[in-house]
């Protein structure tokens, strides 16, 4: 297997920051009720909150920390001062939050901050250049680094999941501080090492849910670099290939591919299995009919609204993922939000972790079907959905190449 190799990146172990001020970038950006302003799951902030308590109790460092949530004109673009008294709840420390970013509200609160305390600065993306995307050596220029980053001795960077973003907070301060990563970053950064450099195998793909476009990128990169025995295929991205292959899927399914703009990718698709892909598509369906009732129905004979993997095709996924070594899960395999429509997912997710394989499951929607208590050394819940399928699509992560430059000119690597 060639590609998809992972730079070395420097951790804790690598930088001593005892009693230093940190600048510790985390992902705190949670979905939120656009009606009520509450925060509907706060996974990500409970994660994160271990990294603060760490760097507390164990370093005694004085911690400012900082992350984004949504975007400029999006519903969930807000403060971050609800995620505050989370973060309090969640650490057992009284954390601080200041209404400001890079103004002289937060620059006096940072110059104040002592050793044992935290401070939490407002949502990085109420300062457009956090919006904007150039290289690590440009984003080392703009005004948020060049105001904060003299009022620190060391970056740590904890946000895996934005990790595909070129921006200031996380590919600039690297360049002009001594930075490594979190905790949480290098455990998502070690699961990606096991699955692409060890050479476990069968190394098996499951992938669903509705990013197609994605996980094309995703496909095509892994069968470049032979990076996978078996790619078993769930959601609209299986639609697709049962389509490239002449299969008819019912003229309801196929109007909702063309509604999506997804039929435009079947020559793709279909260079993708003349490539030699070794993907494995569904046998059969739980689907909707006209007249509302559910049924297991073969793909043969397709006439309903196709809602999750069947019965067989469970059967037959659960075979792969018995003999795998090596599973990576990303998307649903059904419309997981209906009760009715879940099995497909909870079984194959069942399986994976039940397995005597290694998994990495994509965050999103997957994430929150895991049971916490099957998270161990041999179930890794990744963080970052979209920075995951970014790598697996072969891009390189902005954020470890900033790390990396960082390594070169601070610590002498």
Known sequence: MNGLKLPKIPTLKDFDITGRKIFLRIDINVPIDPDTGKILDDRRIRVHAETIRMLIEQYNAAVVVASHQGRPGEQDFGTLEKHAELLSEYTGLNIKFVPDVIGPTAREEIKKLKQGEVLLLDNLRLVSEEILEATPEKQSMTIMVKRLAPLFEAYVNDAFATAHR?????????LVLPSVAGPVFEKEVKALKRVFETMESPRIFILGGTKVRDLLRVIENLVINKAADRILTTGLVAQLFLVAKGVNIGKENMRFLEEKGILSLIPRARHILLMGAPIETPIDFKIVNEDGTIENASVAGIKGKIKDI?????????????????????????????????KGTKELLDAAVNSNAFVLIGGGHL????DPKHVNDHVHVSTG???????LSGETLPALKALELSATMFLGW
């Open 166 to 174: 070129s921006q200031p907070s996380i590919v600039g301060f690297p």
């Open 310 to 342: 069947g019965e067989a095709t469970i059967n037959m996924y659960k075979g792969f993922i018995k003999e795998a070594k090596v599973i990576v899960m990303r998307g649903p395999a059904g419309v997981i939000e209906d009760e009715k429509f879940r």
């Open 367 to 370: 994430a929150s079907m895991v």
């Open 385 to 391: 959905g979209n920075a995951l399928l970014l790598f």
